[in-house]
């Protein structure tokens, strides 16, 4: 058996490292449709997954990929699937279930311009309110966005550690510049990963309760056949796991799909500020988007304009008690985003009237050109 971590520098696309990445966390399960720009990925763990003991299997469409990763992960493995957004719409219904069932989780989506078919070959950033909303219901879960193929790696791995530590399912949102670029990607030691896995259930089998909270509000998971009692249904349940149809069993479950989330967002959110410690004008992007930001940032800068640069690396849930404080000492928010308009939305309304948010709409084929976003910041700073 090959090692699990490729030690070393490597000269490889965002996509592959993502794969990296993921059998680095230990995914030994990954079930896909092919799909551009996130094929690779695929064919990346088809290669891989065999020299670690793992499993591949390319399902017949992206109802059924979703499906074949929430089943193995109750079977105590670690799982991932990746694609596009047509396939991302298709498993938005399996989404809900792995969010209701509580199962850990990773979903890549490599996002390309839409909508429908658009341009499968070219870059986006569309699907990023999908990535909150799409599936029906309230629910939270948490979605990361990587701007380099070092960040595939290391992102990737991020969110096998989230998804097994707060058992839901973790959105990896990158784009087709991202996974397709090539750069050099460090791999550490495997001793220099952190891993993080599920909390395991102790004490008396014939007592265990399948969704009854630990500390932290995640439920300690079994995998099936290690003798617990494990009934998974994406009905209202109780902490048995077994439907129950009231008001109350539907409050309590909703209280817990929410609270595990909400109550621990200092260790979720992560972010990076550059320039920031007097920025009066705040560019907030992510992806790919935030390597045009920075070019504008440092080109504003030189002009003499105070900008600064607030990255989302954790988009959803969105780090709403950071720009509700900036809000309170800056002139303007910039947000430029491949897409028409999405996250300039979370930005205005968290913001609350106290800093406009201006938007850098693109409708996505290729990136900004910096001297757009320049352009905004000057306006700002009027």
């Known amino acids: ?51 670690v003991g793992g499993t591949f299997i390319q399902m017949e469409d992206e109802i059924a990929a979703i499906a074949s990763i929430l089943g193995a992960s109750w079977t105590g493995v670690k799982t991932m699937t990746a694609t596009s957004g047509p396939g991302f719409s298709l498993m938005m219904e399996n989404l809900g279930l792995g969010v209701c069932t509580e199962t850990p989780c990773v979903i890549v989506n490599v996002q390309r311009t839409g909508p429908s078919t658009g341009l499968p070959t ?13 599936s029906h219901g309230d629910y939270e879960l948490i979605a990361i966005a990587p701007s380099s193929p070092q960040d595939c790696f290391y992102h990737t791995i991020l969110a096998f550690n989230l998804s097994e530590k707060y058992r839901v399912p973790v959105l990896v949102m990158a784009d087709e510049i991202v996974g397709h670029m090539s750069e050099k990607v460090v791999i550490p030691d495997a001793k220099e990963i952190t891993l993080v896995s599920r909390p395991k259930p102790k004490g008396r089998k014939d007592r265990f309760r399948l969704y009854e909270p630990g500390p932290n509000g995640v439920a300690p998971m079994p995998a099936i056949g290690e003798g617990y009692n494990v ?18 069993a539907q409050e ?11 109550n621990n967002l200092d260790d979720i959110i992560h972010t990076e500020e550059y ?35 607030f990255r989302l690396i954790t988009v959803w849930p969105f780090p ?27 930005v205005e309304r968290c913001a609350f009237g106290r800093a406009p948010a201006i938007g850098v709409p693109h409708c996505g084929g290729w990136v900004h050109d910096p001297d757009d976003i320049l352009k905004t910041i000057k306006e700002a700073a009027r």
């Open 320 to 346: 709403e008690g950071r720009i509700k404080a900036l809000a309170k000492k800056v002139k303007a928010f910039v947000v430029p985003e491949l897409n028409l308009g999405q996250i300039r939305r979370e």
């Open 122 to 134: 070219q870059t986006g950033q569309g699907d990023m309110m999908q990535a909150r909303w799409g």
């Open 231 to 248: 009934h998974v249904t994406g009905l209202t349940h109780d902490e048995r796991g077994y439907p129950s149809m009231t008001v109350e």
């Open 275 to 309: 320039l920031m410690e007097d920025a009066d004008i705040v560019i907030v992007s992510y992806g790919i988007s935030v390597r045009t930001g920075l070019t504008a940032v440092d080109e504003a800068r030189k002009l003499g304009y105070k900008a600064g640069l």
């Open 1 to 51: 058996m090959k090692p699990a971590v490729r030690t070393g520098s490597h000269y490889i696309t965002g996509d592959v490292a993502c794969a990296e990445g993921a059998i680095a966390a230990g995914c030994r399960f990954f079930g896909a449709y092919p799909i551009t720009p996130a094929t690779e990925v695929a064919e990346h763990m088809a290669e891989r997954l065999p020299d």
């Open 252 to 262: 309590q479950m909703m209280a817990r799909l929410k609270g595990k989330i909400r």
